[in-house]
């Protein structure tokens, strides 16, 4: 079967691009930098707030006069005749063409209101954007961090993993020179078992974090993507008080932004709905022409050109109650927002001194963990050399050898907590920080 020369090159370029996506390495600030252009949940937020910068042309466009051209055909033909009393009772043809022209001079300032409203709106399009961009950046934050965790923890049970191979093979040959019961090889083969089993459990996690980092740079899944970094490479502090926090978080988080002008927007919707108990005036002006021919000859086709222009008033007096009721739900509205952005300050201040909280309780951890690993480490050198020494048991061995690799464990989950507690702090405060510095 042969290959058409447009499809061969399509598939060449579907094997460059996967091949340019394979090459790729991303370091955790790249990796949020990346997914910030190529993430398609952030393109749907741009394409909103250039949609609500449309909106605000549309609302500016009534305050300008409105042009049409109108034309008109129309045929009257009477079934049987008739007798005449007047020529619109003939058969006709009549046609009517020209220019309209209005314009709104004043509308109860609904057009003011609702440009005020396109405005906010426009505000409130990228403040969702902003939120949206936090938000994915935290998530491919927080998957990094974990995918940095698990390659400590898979490091560690490797590391483990050597030290249990030893301790067998030292078990074995003890058990051949009589020195030693076969028991002993039979608990180092079970904890053998255990940490294969482990690091087996850890790779899958491991993988299972390649994916999502994947999703979220919108790569597929089975792109192989070079995610580098280490748990301690990002900065070791935060430099906020607790004051300044939360004066940063009420200017910058943008769903409070949202929740703020949201209101505003309500209120604006009262205006417009209230606007209709005002008058309106508006201009208009036509310029036409218009032509009737009978099909009785006995009578002369009628021609006109002309010119109007004026102005036109009109009020609404009752309409059911529908506009009062309308001004009614809209306060209502305006004032149920009010509420819950009282509410979000409060819970923002809330996440902003937990989140602090929780960078210092991980920060003490993580000194408590590392003096933690220097002890365990000790420890099992020193059970190790009298196991080999034929004067300590193999359990007393594989105790230290366990408290070692959970206090690497511990180690490796605190600056996990801290880099976390971290980066959730830049998201609550509404500010980026892509490299965690």
């Given at each position: 079967m042969r290959i058409s020369g447009c499809l061969w090159a399509f598939l060449l370029a579907c094997v460059c691009a996967t091949c340019a996506e394979a090459g790729q390495t991303f370091t955790l600030e790249q990796a949020v930098q990346y997914a910030m252009k190529a993430n398609p949940g952030i393109e749907s937020k741009v394409l909103q707030l250039e949609q609500a910068k449309m909106n605000i042309g549309v609302a500016q466009s009534y305050f300008w006069p409105r042009v049409s051209l109108v034309a008109s055909n129309n045929r009257t033909k009477n079934y049987e005749p008739i007798p005449v009393y007047s020529s619109d009772s003939l058969s006709q043809r009549s046609w009517n063409k020209g220019l309209q022209g209005s314009w709104s001079l004043f509308a109860g300032f609904a057009h003011l209101n609702n440009l005020i409203k396109a405005k906010l709106n426009k505000d409130v399009a990228a403040a969702n954007q902003?939120?949206?961009?936090?938000?994915?950046?935290?998530?491919?934050?927080?998957?990094?961090?974990?995918?940095?965790?698990?390659?400590?923890?898979?490091?560690?049970?490797?590391?483990?993993?050597?030290r249990i191979k030893k301790q067998l093979?030292?078990?074995?040959?003890?058990?051949?020179?009589?020195?030693?019961?076969?028991?002993?090889?039979?608990?180092?083969?079970?904890?053998?078992?255990?940490?294969?089993?482990?690091i087996i459990k850890i790779k899958n996690d491991i993988r299972n974090s390649e994916v999502q980092l994947n999703k979220y740079l919108n790569f597929s899944p089975d792109v192989p993507v070079?995610?580098?970094?280490?748990?301690?490479?990002?900065?070791?502090?935060?430099?906020?008080?607790e004051e300044l926090a939360i004066d940063a978080a009420l200017k910058s988080r943008p769903d409070l932004m949202i929740a703020q002008k949201s209101i505003e927007v309500a209120f604006k919707d009262m205006n417009i709905s209230m606007a209709k108990f005002l008058p309106r005036v508006d201009a208009t002006y036509n310029n036409m022409q218009f032509s009737i021919d009978y099909d009785d000859p006995r009578y002369e086709d009628y021609g006109r050109h002309y010119w109007s222009a004026g102005m036109q008033f009109s009020r609404e007096i009752f309409s059911g109650g529908e506009t009062s009721f309308d001004s009614l739900a809209q306060r209502r509205k305006a004032q149920a927002l009010q509420q819950e952005y009282?509410?979000?300050?409060?819970?923002?201040?809330?996440?902003?001194?937990?989140?602090?909280l929780d960078i210092r309780a991980a920060k003490e951890l993580?000194?408590?963990?590392?003096?933690?690993?220097?002890?365990?480490?000790?420890?099992?050198?020193?059970?190790?050399?009298?196991?080999?020494?034929?004067?300590?048991?193999?359990?007393e061995l594989l105790d230290a050898q366990l408290r070692l690799t959970q206090a690497e464990n511990d180690e490796s989950q605190a600056m996990h907590d801290f880099q976390t507690a971290r980066s959730r702090f830049f998201y609550y405060i509404g500010q980026k920080n892509p490299g965690l510095k």
């Open positions: 902003l939120q949206s961009e936090l938000e994915l950046g935290c998530n491919v934050q927080l998957q990094f961090l974990r995918l940095l965790k698990q390659r400590e923890d898979l490091r560690s049970a490797e590391e483990s993993l050597v093979a030292a078990s074995e040959a003890f058990v051949k020179q009589g020195m030693a019961p076969y028991l002993n090889v039979l608990q180092n083969q079970v904890e053998l078992s255990k940490a294969q089993q482990n070079n995610y580098v970094g280490r748990l301690n490479d990002y900065s070791p502090d935060t430099k906020y008080t009282e509410n979000s300050l409060s819970s923002a201040r809330t996440e902003v001194i937990r989140s602090l993580i000194k408590a963990s590392r003096t933690g690993v220097i002890a365990a480490r000790e420890s099992y050198d020193m059970a190790n050399k009298r196991y080999m020494t034929n004067t300590g048991t193999i359990t």
